[in-house]
């Protein structure tokens, strides 16, 4: 039979209370908000980098269930961007085509996952002109006609940010 156990965490002074499901720290003004920033609409896509999108497509369509909406070969057919359902998002399967192309690179130190995540905005020309971190590129062709642009990681905690929009 397995035992209980309690644990009473002690205040830290150095940390925001939390009390009710508000904290000092949602209240605080220091850090922008992204939503009010860049007039997001909420998340677009997961991107996960993989070596191999048929490989890859055997765990999250044939053993996941997951329904593939559409797979598109962007930039002179360097990367193949392969969406699938979520519901309220999709997960871009992320395949480089090329041997130089620089995920081939971030695979070989980091192997296949979670490479990104996207907010969609109305206006990614707009959202870089609003934001309130560097941009670390200059906006690309994304999927399906739409615009992309990624923000600086080193400025976003080490997180790959793209925004989409037109």
């Known amino acids: 039979m397995l035992s209980k156990s309690v644990h009473t965490a002690k205040p830290r002074p150095d940390l925001p209370a939390i009390n009710n499901r508000k904290s000092a720290i949602s209240n605080q003004q220091s850090t922008p908000r992204i939503s009010l920033a860049f007039g997001c609409a909420g998340l677009d896509h997961l991107a996960i980098a993989v070596p191999d999108t048929g490989a890859a497509l055997k765990l999250w369509r044939d053993t996941l269930g997951f329904t593939v909406l559409y797979s598109e070969d962007l930039n002179d057919a360097t990367v193949r961007l392969t969406h699938l359902d979520l519901g309220n998002a999709h997960l871009q399967l992320v395949e480089p085509l090329t041997p130089d192309h620089p995920l081939r690179t971030w695979l070989a130190q ?10 969609k905005v109305d206006d990614v020309d707009e959202a870089m002109k ?3 971190v560097p941009t670390a590129s ?3 062709q994304g999927t399906q006609g739409k615009r992309a642009l990624f923000l600086d990681k080193t400025a976003t905690q080490g997180v790959q940010i793209e925004l989409t929009g037109k």
């Open 138 to 140: 200059q906006p690309h």
């Open 130 to 132: 609003a934001s309130p």
């Open 110 to 119: 980091h192997g296949p996952g979670l490479h990104h995540f996207c907010l």
